[in-house]
């Protein structure tokens, strides 16, 4: 009897020692954007909660080239974006933007690049705008 009491007892350890290392992997997304010329650029991201952040409400809108943001999700399933516009003063409006320096968003998962758009943007029913890029992906239904 003593014996079986030690198994069970041993069972139990190895079962929730074992269930507590099941947990969901930890996802760290970054947001990169690049444009060329060094030109500033303006946008919108979906931060860690799925709220949407306008970067006037950062740094006064204007970010370098270069950007990141990095987070881990806390809510899913979650939908990431990332839209941005290089600032291009000579510019008329959104269908005049060929002075407009290029832009490349970029979504990354765990430092694995998993969506990139340069002048356009994911699934759009519009033609390419220069110096205008979306990207977006759904989490966790597309993620590899």
């Known amino acids: 009897m003593k014996d079986l009491f030690s198994f069970l007892l041993l069972s139990s350890f190895l079962f929730f020692s074992c269930a507590e290392n099941e947990e969901d992997p930890v996802l760290k997304v970054t947001y990169e954007v690049i444009t060329t010329g060094g030109a500033e650029w303006y946008g919108e991201f979906d931060d860690e909660n799925g709220e949407r952040i306008n970067s006037f409400d950062l740094n006064s809108g204007l970010l370098s080239s270069g950007w990141k943001y990095e987070f881990e ?4 399933p979650i939908t990431l974006t990332i839209h941005g516009t290089t600032n291009c003063p000579t510019c008329g409006s959104d269908s005049q933007r060929l002075n407009s320096e290029d832009i490349t968003v970029n979504i990354y998962i765990n430092d694995k690049l998993v969506q990139t758009e340069t002048n356009t943007c994911r699934e759009c029913t519009i033609p390419p705008i220069k110096g205008m890029a979306t990207a977006w ?4 239904e597309e993620l590899e």
């Open 73 to 76: 999700p806390k809510v899913s």
């Open 137 to 140: 992906m759904k989490l966790p």
